[in-house]
């Protein structure tokens, strides 16, 4: 095998391995909670005044520290459906319960952000509230468009 080759071979190995190192270290960056969640917060904090922002992040990590017991109680219940889903003989009453039990957790969740978005815009000027609507609809969408399986197509993209 020729000098040159040796050296291409060489060269074309080394790029492979540092792309591999990219893509991985990019991927596992992607999956951080942070990179979901605190990103686009802090995004939305650095429009707005230097007092409100240090309010909405406040008031953020006030109602993900509220909710974390909640989302722990939801993520139990889900296994317990998933449970009794799954089991060999169908209880449909405890589904149901369990079932119940998640609704009642997302609502409570759900409460609990609609309350800390009041108190935000009631401290907010219009286009502050502006921005913060617009915040929660794209923070929402993105949400929910990443729980979607790859292959699914939400109803808004499909063509008619």
């Not at 149901?96 to 609990?112: F, P, T």
């Amino acid at each position: 095998m020729s000098k040159k080759m040796k050296i291409l071979i060489f060269s074309s190995l080394l790029l492979n391995v540092l792309l591999v190192g990219v893509v991985i270290g990019d991927v596992t960056h992607r999956f951080h909670i942070e990179h979901f969640v605190r990103k686009p917060v802090k995004e939305f904090a650095s429009k707005l005044p230097e007092d409100k922002a240090a309010l909405f992040l406040e008031t953020v990590e006030r109602v993900h520290l509220n909710n974390r017991d909640a989302y722990n109680q939801l993520r139990e219940a889900r296994k317990e459906a998933m449970k009794f889903l799954s089991a060999p003989e169908f209880d449909e009453a405890a589904y149901r319960l369990q079932i119940e039990k998640i609704h009642e957790l997302r609502s409570l969740m759900k409460r609990r952000l609609a309350g800390a978005t009041i108190e935000l815009a009631r401290q907010f000027s219009q286009k502050e509230r502006r921005a913060l609507s617009q915040h929660l609809r794209h923070f929402k969408r993105r949400s929910r468009d990443s729980s979607l399986p790859s292959d699914a197509k939400s109803p808004r993209h499909e063509n008619p």
